[in-house]
């Protein structure tokens, strides 16, 4: 039966493919979330690791996102990402989302995140506002 | 060398059992969990079967006796937030569970902090316990003991332990994420009509209007049309960061919010002209001005 979340998840990830009667396979999927304490960002941090363009050839509708996040390693290291990802080992804060393996690539919740910190940064709010809004939406 | 290094893993494969498949337990070992409005509630434990013991109850569990529901170390209970348990507040974190199994009368359930306790280790009676009564039932016969969770609703749901003919209920309450209430002088910016228009659809699709008023100390959103007949409403919950997500009520009361939609609201001269609409990869999928 289709449902309100059928709707919204046809929404979020295919613009209004489901209105005209498209229902991609993954609509419906919800992803688990955790919640927990934002890291600190670590002294020095740089966005060495931050994945470039060259490295997302097969994703170049990611790269002004990855470069968004390049620009602000500091405030990115003071996220926790919340979409489970936080508990693998070698993670340390949505900064690590975006480096090596880069979860990134396929996330919405990095993906989101990521934007939204960006975008908040671009507004001038704070680490701590940042991470106000990111605990409401994706907490 | 190499062939002997290789006849000798070889060797090692063949005479150490698998980790896994050895590990045939008269109780085996067992997790349920139950996520509920954001609270995380886990119960791990052993699973002793009946195997045709008579009098599960006064004969292998002793009347009087401080026992812990499944077998081998202690059944733990963990919540990842303060709940209400059988109406007593529970402070998040992870507990052994104890009961005090008596022949006659309510019988008394034991939180216990100290949660790594083999079964033999009774815990003595702490200030930092919870402890309440419970009145165990009758059901149909049970083999192997198992805990559940069954009347699940948005605010809470009971947590059994059944074994042989016995049951024993215990109410979990959380907390609620969300409030509906907004204050009217909080919700007065927001008042009014609006345009709304999903990002990518046909010029030529009909307008919609979003009504947005206040009642019963809610802010509530209707729109026209709707996108679909059961979705021509919703409250609009507020967030800490000032945003709203739509909320739906069953029976007066709230059991699921749309997070994948989340309104953002501009103010001017202390009026909201226009909005926003974000879903989860914060991409807007929709937008709206006020009309009046």
Redesign the interface.
């Given at each position: 039966m289709f449902s309100r979340r059928d709707f919204m998840r046809g929404c979020s990830l295919t613009g209004l493919a489901l209105l005209a009667g498209v229902r991609p396979a993954w609509a419906g999927i919800r992803r688990a979330r955790s919640s927990g304490p934002h890291p600190t960002p670590r002294p020095g941090i740089t966005a060495a690791k931050v994945l470039t363009k060259e490295q997302l050839e097969d994703s170049p509708n990611l790269i002004p996102l990855f470069d968004s996040v390049r620009g602000i390693p500091e405030i990115v290291d003071g996220i926790r990402c919340n979409c489970g990802c936080a508990d693998v080992e070698g993670y340390y804060s949505l900064l690590s989302c975006y480096e090596g393996d880069a979860m990134a690539r396929s996330c919405p919740i990095c993906q989101g995140q990521g934007r939204m910190v960006s975008r908040l940064h671009k507004d001038g709010k704070t680490l701590d506002e940042i991470r106000t809004a990111i605990d409401a939406r994706y907490g | 060398m190499k062939w002997l290094t290789r006849i000798l893993a070889v060797a090692a494969a063949l005479t150490l059992p698998a980790a896994s498949s050895a590990q045939v337990r008269a109780s085996e070992p067992a997790l349920v969990a139950q996520t509920i409005d954001?609270t995380r509630l886990t119960l791990e434990y052993s699973r002793p079967r009946a195997r045709s013991r008579d009098s599960l109850f006064g004969k292998t569990v002793t009347w009087g006796e401080v026992w812990t529901p499944g077998a081998n170390w202690a059944t733990t209970l963990e919540a990842s937030k303060d709940v209400r348990v059988n109406g007593r507040p529970l402070p998040s974190g992870k507990y052994s569970v104890w009961l005090v199994v008596r022949k006659e009368g309510p019988w008394t359930v034991v939180l216990d902090p100290r949660h790594r306790r083999f079964h033999t280790m009774h815990p003595d009676s702490t200030a930092e316990q919870v402890r309440f009564d419970v009145v165990p039932a009758v059901t149909p016969f049970t083999e192997a003991l198992t805990w559940s969770f069954s009347g699940l609703s948005p605010e809470g749901a009971t947590l059994a332990m059944e074994w042989g003919t016995v049951r024993i209920p215990i109410e979990i309450k959380v907390s609620s994420s969300f409030s509906l209430v907004t204050a009217a002088e909080k919700a007065e910016p927001f008042l009014g009509a609006y345009t709304f228009a999903?990002?990518?659809?046909p010029e030529s699709a009909k307008p919609i209007t979003l009504f947005i008023t206040h009642e019963n100390g809610s802010l509530m959103a209707r729109w026209d049309p709707a996108?679909?007949p059961?979705?021509d409403r919703f409250y609009l919950i507020p967030?800490?960061?000032g945003?709203f997500i739509p909320g739906?009520l069953e029976k007066g009361k709230l059991y699921d919010v749309?997070?994948?939609?989340?309104f953002e609201f501009t103010t001017s001269g202390g009026q909201a002209t226009e909005f926003k609409v974000r879903?989860?990869?914060?991409?807007v999928?929709?937008s709206g001005k006020r009309k009046s």
């Open positions: - | 954001g999903w990002s990518g659809g996108p679909f059961e979705w967030l800490p960061d945003s739906f749309e997070r994948d939609m989340v879903a989860e990869k914060d991409q999928i929709a």
